[in-house]
């Protein structure tokens, strides 16, 4: 149990265009979710918190105009990377949280972003 | 804040040695869990053991087990019989107990471990 996919995988863009990058809990609800970034070899970085049918919160220095986040189901939420730079590219983790018994976050395989 | 502290940037270890990673944190809180995650080179972040900070006895998952010691605020990882699917970055991370932001994971900079055959 306590699966989270993430889609896509893999996305290579155009400077100037936007990315949609989605997670899903597969066999559990998630009212929270939460959104990293990751820079090579270092630590996971918290960008935000989503919760379903609110507004996410961001981590201070963190654009919310860049970095747009809906959690509209309580199994979905997305991040929409919007006009994207080259310094956008980074490697995105979302992780969906199991609360209640367990209290635990479950992350979702990441998407290595490359902006041109 | 917290704050989770690990010492070790790398390790290595031969296949079924045992090896053991630290963690130590700082907190003002009483009510919280501590785990440890692992990311293969592979980049998925896998669970590896929960403890909550309430239960005296130390967390183990199979060949995984934890020295959990509240007073000292240490968290080390016993990793047994070590495989070379071992071979991760391991973070060690903290979350206050209770609801809305408190479910914010606190992780520290990771230790790097190799197991060589």
């Known amino acids: 149990g306590a699966v989270v996919s993430q889609h896509p995988s893999r996305v290579i863009c155009k400077s100037g265009t936007s990315v949609k990058i989605e997670c899903r809990s597969l066999?559990?609800?998630?009212?929270?979710m939460f959104w990293y970034r990751q820079f090579p070899k270092k630590s996971l970085m918290l960008m935000a918190t989503?919760?379903?049918?609110?507004?996410?919160?961001?981590e201070q220095g963190v654009e919310k105009d860049k970095f747009l986040i809906n959690h509209a189901s309580l199994t979905l939420s997305t991040l929409t990377v919007t006009s994207a730079h080259p310094e956008d590219s980074s490697f995105y983790i979302c992780?969906?949280?199991?609360?209640?018994?367990?209290?635990?976050?479950?992350f979702g395989p990441g998407t290595r972003l490359t902006v041109l | 804040a917290q704050t989770v502290t690990q010492s070790q940037p790398e390790m290595s270890v031969q296949e079924a040695e045992t090896v053991t990673l630290s963690c130590t944190y700082d907190?003002?809180?009483?009510?919280?869990?501590l785990f440890w995650y692992k990311q293969p080179p592979s980049r998925q972040m896998i669970l590896v053991i929960r403890?909550?900070?309430?239960?005296?006895q130390n967390a183990t998952e199979n060949r995984f087990s934890v020295n959990f010691q509240k007073a000292a605020k240490s968290f080390s990882l016993k990793i047994s019989d070590s495989q070379l699917g071992d071979t991760a970055m391991y973070f060690c991370?903290?979350?206050?107990?209770?609801?809305?932001?408190?479910?914010?994971?606190?992780f520290g900079k990771g230790t790097l471990l190799t197991v060589n055959p």
């Open positions: 992780s969906a949280l199991s609360a209640g018994k367990t209290d635990t976050q479950y």
């Open positions: 066999d559990f609800q998630a009212t929270t």
């Open positions: 989503s919760n379903e049918g609110s507004k996410a919160t961001y």
């Open positions: 907190t003002s809180e009483n009510n919280y869990y």
């Open positions: 403890q909550e900070a309430y239960k005296q």
């Open positions: 991370a903290f979350m206050k107990r209770g609801g809305g932001s408190n479910y914010k994971l606190t």
